[in-house]
DNA sequence: GAACAACCTCAAGTCGACTTGAGGTCAAAT
DNA sequence: ATTTGACCTCAAGTCGACTTGAGGTTGTTC
């Protein structure tokens, strides 16, 4: 086992630390989402602000984001400094925009669903769940919103 | 052109009027999603009935549900007679529900993001963004939010 | 009765986000 | 020095939800 006291820390370690399976971690180090140093024997070794960069991807993955999306952000933080709060401040502020909007989204949906509850629904034309042309009037172009779901596990 | 007067729908009549492409309503189909009829020469025709399980597909996405779980909502209900009342207000109760649990889980997120706007977040342990454990405490066993739950019981 | 768009089936491809496997190397403990 | 678990790369597989393609048929219109 390698001692768990170095400032530097291993993929098993990191990984675990960051609830993500090894080749998860690998996966996303080739994506650009972490960066690593190598040992002599190529071996990968993260900073702790790794973990920082790791917590932010899963919390990306909640917002609802792709990878290539919270990649986009990551990429405009230092990559092996803390962020500074500017930094920080406009990637939570364009999250929280990202979030909000969503929670309006299913708000509407929300609100067709209850007024279901009790219609019956029995002619087509009366329906807001059935008819959302209102409704989702700023649906763009494919704006089926992305789900992503990690079943965190383990 | 097919004469667009009729109560059958052809294909691509079906799908235009449902938002999708042809080769998605045969594959919804082939799914269990809807059903059809044939003419002698082999080609489909949907009942207007189809497009409302066509529409109730598109809600349940947008509800985020997995077109397996969609289906076994769409199971529960008639295949060729309209729901009744108690069969459609069941279904909408239960998928409001989804919705109204995915809103309070985007909520958290939310506030967290808020609060990281102004934090800075230079300690990784005060973050309630980066250290969401305190935040999805509520949160059961696994499951981030029902998307793979075996439980597809809608 | 020919043109031609719309239809048919079946197979394979795509994309995102991973997981799994094969075959080989590194490093901490004994 | 050897063992053993953690690590390495590269390739391929998986899953959901579709899309694309090839090759052939139907049905309405002129």
Redesign the interface.
Known sequence: MPHTSHSLLTVGEAASRAGITVPTLRYYEERGLVHSQRTAGNQRRYQ?LA??RL??V??GQ??GLSLDQIKAALDELPADR??S?AD??AM??R??GL??R??R???V??S???S???????S?GRCS????DDA?AEEGAGS??A?R?????T
Not at 149 to 153: E, I, L, N, S, V
Request: glycine share 6%.
């Open positions: 702790r973990l920082r917590a932010i899963a919390a909640r917002v803390a962020p709060q920080w401040s939570s502020r999250w929280a979030v909000a969503r929670i989204e299913l708000q949906l929300e067709s669903l209850e279901c509850i009790g219609c019956g629904c029995l087509l769940l059935i008819n959302p989702a089926r919103w789900r779901a990690r079943d965190a596990g």
